[in-house]
């Protein structure tokens, strides 16, 4: 990592080294192997490239799909071996359905290609303007490569550097350039309603993440009760700002009355409302509120910490003005490498990696850094893997659109195709991990298929959307044969259909599928988090609930 080496370490490095180091240390855990009892439905396989012939995997995967929870959806399923590529199930293979954060895997994919593993996003200080002493006249650029992980005590770091040069005021602004990326802020179709949430922030190239699961355009907003009834809550931000104003409407009510807290940002204005009512004694409401407008909050966040060096600068910020020519720069930071940004990204589904990504490939593939730019880069990618991009749709990074359609079949394409490429086992150890108990390793996959013989040696992205489940990787079956999977369901009216997604998993991980012994699992009942939580979203992006 390139970031300045400082003693003591900042609190913020200290957590992202933890988060690193502890998917690295994962790598090395060994498959876990679990005992089910195996059914022999029949022996034999077809040869590669023909059709899948029953060897007892049809029978049991077609009798998981008959669950109830399905009457009326609609299923795209498809296992290959994933040493020859021979097809060992298929179920409506060619269906395009919506595959929620399954879209990751291409946009993931394509950026480990066209980027690069060591590739990293730079933030850099600039002027044009002269200096006389402690004081540079003119302005001051901040200009933004994209950076989704930029933390508030990175801007500190850009500040001390510029202090450390002997500047101490600024006759200028400080001008915000954000032009890498076009000013579209939110992906095609969003939802409306989700505005304030964390999960569907605004994309610029100036932006400040809150926390080390680097959720860019965003503020943490803690609200603790008062000290007696009739007390207004108690409210925090994190990063302390003024760029968002908070408005608290709620109450503190005795003790024991019903916890009606809830934090939104208004559309279209930086106020988030503080309503309802805590109890005293009330546990803390936490919420991720998105910012309107990113780059202001960038510049605003940067203003502070130059003054707090001690680095006056007379006038207020300006935004989304281009670095002139020429200018020098007077301190730098760049991020981690892509490879390590994977990790967070893949792991905790982060939407904004997946947007900021694309756009990044847009960039400095055409030198535009849009949407429609990095999309194009990103289906010329996936054809050159034989994954036949006439066949789907993508109109975002993430998966949030719900006008993105991919079958299994293309899916399953990429998972094989990308097996030889040299960043391989980098892109692979970002997929989440089936019942591994640390959630910078296990991510969205860290409490399914617990005590079965899919946990821990299943890797594989999820997807959720109302409506849209998902999950497609790899797992070992129980001789030691790597399987690629992809299931997308679609349609279905359940509130989760994920225990559907792990049987079949299950299944493949219980059974020796070339010898034709089947170890069929049953479909678990709902499991506690389907009931506490709806399951429309990644489990992750239910923060504060625990995966």
């Known amino acids: ?22 998917v690295r240390r994962a790598r090395t ?11 022999t439905w029949g022996s034999g396989s077809a040869p590669a490239g023909a059709g899948p012939s029953d060897t007892g995997l049809m029978s049991a995967i077609d009798a998981i799909l008959a669950d109830p929870r399905m009457d009326g959806g609609a299923a795209s399923v498809v296992v290959a071996d994933a040493t020859t590529g021979e097809r060992l199930y298929e179920r409506d293979a060619g269906d395009r359905l919506m595959p929620a954060s399954n879209t990751k895997l291409a946009t993931s994919a394509a950026a480990m290609a066209l980027l690069g593993p060591g590739y990293r996003f730079r933030t850099e200080v600039l002027s044009t303007g002269r200096r006389y002493g402690s004081v540079l006249h003119g302005d001051l650029y901040l200009r933004g490569g994209g950076d ?35 000013t579209s802020r939110l992906g095609r179709s969003w939802a ?32 603790s009760p008062g000290a007696a009834p009739g007390d207004s809550p108690k409210v925090k931000l994190t990063p302390p700002t003024d760029y968002v104003r908070v408005e608290v409407r709620g109450s503190t009510v005795p003790a024991g009355q019903a916890d009606t807290l809830a934090v939104e940002r208004e559309h279209g204005t930086n106020t988030i409302v503080v ?49 002139p020519p020429g200018a020098k720069v007077l301190a730098t930071h760049s991020s981690m490498p892509l490879k390590e940004l994977m990790l967070p990204f893949m792991k905790l589904s982060n939407n904004m ?17 849009t949407w429609s730019a990095g999309l194009s880069a990103v289906d010329g990618y996936l054809e050159k893997e034989g994954v036949e ?25 990429l998972l094989l195709a990308v097996r030889d490429a040299p960043w391989y086992a980098d892109w692979q150890a ?21 005590n079965t013989p899919a946990a821990l040696g299943t890797r594989a992205k999820t997807g959720s959307l109302t409506g849209a489940s998902a999950l497609s990787g790899y797992v070992e079956d129980a001789a030691g044969r790597e399987l690629v999977f992809s299931i997308v369901l679609n349609n279905y009216l359940a509130s989760s259909v994920k225990s559907i997604e792990d049987a079949i998993v299950v299944t493949l991980a219980g059974s020796d599928t070339a010898a034709g012994t089947i170890a069929a699992a049953s479909v678990p009942g709902p499991r506690n988090a389907d009931r506490k939580a709806p399951a429309d979203l990644e489990c992750t992006w239910r923060k504060p609930d625990v995966c």
Not at 9 to 22: E, T, V, Y
Not at 389 to 413: C, E, H, I, T, Y
Request: charged share 25%.
């Open 29 to 39: 855990w060994p498959l876990a192997l679990g005992l089910v009892t195996a059914l």
């Open 389 to 413: 991009a006439a066949k789907l749709r993508q109109v975002d990074g993430s998966g949030l659109s719900r006008m993105n359609v991919f079958p299994a079949d293309q899916l399953a394409r």
């Open 275 to 323: 309503s309802g009512d805590i109890p005293v004694g009330g546990s803390t409401t936490k919420e991720w509120i998105t910012v309107w407008e990113p780059t202001g909050y960038a510049a605003a966040v940067f203003a502070d910490a130059l003054a707090e060096h001690g680095v006056r600068v007379t006038g207020a910020p300006r935004l989304g003005r281009p670095t």
């Open 430 to 450: 970002s997929l989440p991990v089936a019942c591994h108990p640390d959630r910078a390793v296990g991510g969205t996959l860290r409490t399914r298929m617990c």
């Open 148 to 182: 989704p992980t930029t933390l508030a005590s990175d801007y500190v770091r850009l500040a001390a550097q510029l202090r450390e040069t002997g500047i101490r005021r600024v006759t200028g602004r400080v001008v915000a350039d954000d032009t890498r990326f076009d």
């Open 1 to 22: 990592m390139s970031r300045p080496v400082m003693s003591p370490k900042p609190r913020g490095h200290r957590r992202r080294d933890r988060f690193l180091s502890s």
């Open 353 to 369: 990696h997946a947007e900021t990504l694309t756009k990044a490939i847009g960039y400095e593939t055409s030198g535009r850094g």
């Open 192 to 223: 409306a309603d989700d505005e304030s949430s964390y999960y569907s922030a605004q994309i610029s190239a100036l932006t400040v993440a809150p926390d080390t699961d680097y959720d860019s355009g965003t503020v943490v907003v803690e609200a």
